[in-house]
């Protein structure tokens, strides 16, 4: 069945820190995939998606992800996280073939320390 | 910047009662969508709805479920009688629809948070 799993349901960091969200998903054919963010009080809001082309994607506030078509992954990473990263982080999957709606992961928790 | 709304923000029902969840999508966009998030749990798909009918739908969208765009902005979740299993966080999200295609960025509401005593 087609699935989407983030590996880290709760993450720690400092400020400065380097961060990268794990997100892997089960299918074989084509997706479009995506990182939604939900701050605190907040509607989910996206973060960058991608659906071809440059397999590296850049997104809103310094956040980028790369597609590893070969581990089915699409992780999540920031050079250095800010203590407004404090979030939770979504990542979702359309699978060809159905339709327009979104697979999401169980979303990590990240909350940043000063 | 446009935003999808949600009403109400909380809601508080009897088993068995009927519920309606408001949405106002983005107002030129034409694709739209409900999802809940029961809590602990991912966020799951329930319906789309496209051109006045629905587009899609989950195993979770049974008999008890509709939807309906009953004017030129609202779209409606009506659960006919409500379960204990029905508490969730209930979002509405809409796309523009222009091209149909799954790239298109869908933007969220707020939620509602309905809890089913």
């Known amino acids: 069945a087609q699935s989407v799993s983030q590996h880290n349901h709760h993450v720690i960091l400092s400020e400065a820190a380097s961060l990268e969200l794990g997100c892997n998903y089960s299918y074989g054919g084509t997706v479009n995939l995506f990182w939604y963010v939900q701050y605190p009080g907040q509607h989910l809001q996206l973060l960058l998606k991608?659906?071809?082309?440059?397999?590296l994607v850049k997104g809103i506030k310094g956040f980028e992800a790369e597609f590893i078509k070969s581990k089915f992954s699409f992780n999540l990473r920031k050079p250095s996280v800010q203590w407004s990263d404090t979030a939770e982080y979504f990542c979702a999957v359309i699978f060809t073939g159905g339709g327009n709606k979104l697979t999401f992961g169980t979303g990590t928790q990240l909350k940043v320390e000063l | 910047e446009p935003e999808v709304t949600q009403t109400p923000s909380h809601q508080v029902t009897q088993m068995g009662q009927e519920v309606i969840l408001r949405c106002v999508p983005i107002?030129?966009?034409?694709?739209f969508y409900w999802y809940r998030q029961i809590l602990g749990q991912k966020v799951e798909f329930l319906v789309s709805f496209y051109n006045n009918e629905i587009s899609e739908k989950s195993e979770i969208f049974d008999d008890q479920f509709s939807v309906e765009r009953p004017d030129g902005s609202n779209f409606t979740l009506k659960i006919r009688s409500t379960k204990l299993e029905d508490s969730a966080m209930y979002f509405c999200a809409s796309s523009e629809g222009t091209s149909g295609r799954a790239w298109e960025t869908q933007y969220f509401g707020p939620g509602t948070r309905l809890l089913v005593l």
């Open positions: 991608y659906f071809s082309g440059d397999p």
């Open positions: 107002s030129n966009h034409l694709y």
